[in-house]
């Protein structure tokens, strides 16, 4: 199993770039890195996938270093907004093509005014 | 907005009762997830469904069980709960059931034990 380790809490203000990296030392071939956010109450919301290198979207940006044992969530200029629990996680397989998603403790981000 | 919908978004039962939780899986999507988050567990996998199927098992216990109709839309079963029970579930799903693809998640029903 792929286990991932994480920062427990972050702490950054408005307008900051955050990053947020994930340690994943077992990382299968076969395996992606993909990152979840969630609020209070609210499921966990997809923000971004990728396999080696550097993945961008209009939200974040992923950083994966050649070795893919670990990862950087980076949030540009962050708002109040996006004070949330940030979740990094990577894919699995089990029996057949199933796929089960394991969930760590996360990282807490809390953004300051 | 995921496209996830489940109900009800609220529940309020006792010890020994069983409730059904239901998930409409967004438009298209042929996957569903089903998770528990409790204070003390985090996000925890339970089971999931593909196409009617069940595909994978988590820690899910026998008291609980799910199932996924022709319409794809799914329901778990939770029975002669316990106050440990008490969590939000949630339903997920995505578009087919091929690894590392992102699921979307609904808003969870919460689940209070009295």
């Known amino acids: 199993l792929a286990k991932t380790t994480q920062p427990i809490s972050m702490d950054s203000y408005e307008g900051q770039e955050v990053n947020i990296t994930c340690s994943h030392n077992?990382?299968?071939?076969?395996?992606?890195i993909t990152w979840y956010q969630q609020f209070p109450s609210q499921g966990p919301r997809f923000i971004i996938q990728g396999y080696k290198t550097k993945v961008t979207n209009e939200v974040a940006s992923l950083f994966i270093p050649a070795d893919r044992k670990s990862s950087t969530l980076s949030l540009p200029r962050v708002s109040l907004s996006d004070t949330a629990v940030y979740y990094c996680l990577v894919g699995e397989l089990h029996s057949g093509s199933a796929r089960q998603l394991t969930f760590g403790s996360g990282t807490q981000l809390t953004v300051l005014p | 907005d995921s496209g996830v919908t489940q109900t009800p978004k609220h529940l309020i039962t006792a010890t020994g009762q069983r409730v059904t939780l239901r998930c409409s899986p967004r438009s298209g999507d042929l996957s569903v997830y089903w998770y528990q988050q409790s204070l003390d567990q985090g996000l925890q996998f339970l089971i999931q469904y593909y196409n009617g199927e069940e595909r994978a098992k988590g820690n899910i216990l026998e008291r609980f069980s799910a199932q996924q109709f022709p319409d794809l839309h799914s329901e778990l079963n939770l029975s002669s709960l316990e106050l440990g029970d008490s969590a939000l579930y949630f339903c997920a799903s995505s578009e087919r059931d091929r690894p590392n693809q992102p699921q979307h998640f609904g808003d969870g029903t919460r689940l209070s034990i009295l």
């Open positions: 077992n990382i299968a071939t076969n395996d992606y």
